[in-house]
């Protein structure tokens, strides 16, 4: 996953991979869901990202993993 943040427009920007977004859908109002043709999730876009929380904290993260998830099935 990859961060970015547009301190000119107020946006942050989640890169979960690396395919090419071929949609977009709104999930609520400043909240920006980018989708492949096959819905595939890849990114997610927050406006006014300052407005709805710390942005200092989006480089700070505990990592939580459920080690089912990790072994193949």
């Known amino acids: 996953m990859k961060v970015h943040y547009d301190k000119d427009v107020d946006a942050i920007y989640l890169r979960l991979g690396d395919e090419t977004p071929d949609g977009v859908s709104e999930l609520s109002e400043g909240v920006n869901l980018d989708t492949t043709a096959d ?3 890849v990114g997610i876009e927050i ?3 300052s407005k709805r929380f710390d942005i200092r904290t989006i ?3 505990v990592l939580d993993v459920d080690q089912k998830v990790l072994q193949p099935a």
Request: proline share 0%; charged share 10%; aromatic share 12%.
């Open 39 to 41: 819905g595939h999730l």
């Open 47 to 49: 406006l006014d990202a």
């Open 59 to 61: 480089l700070s993260y």
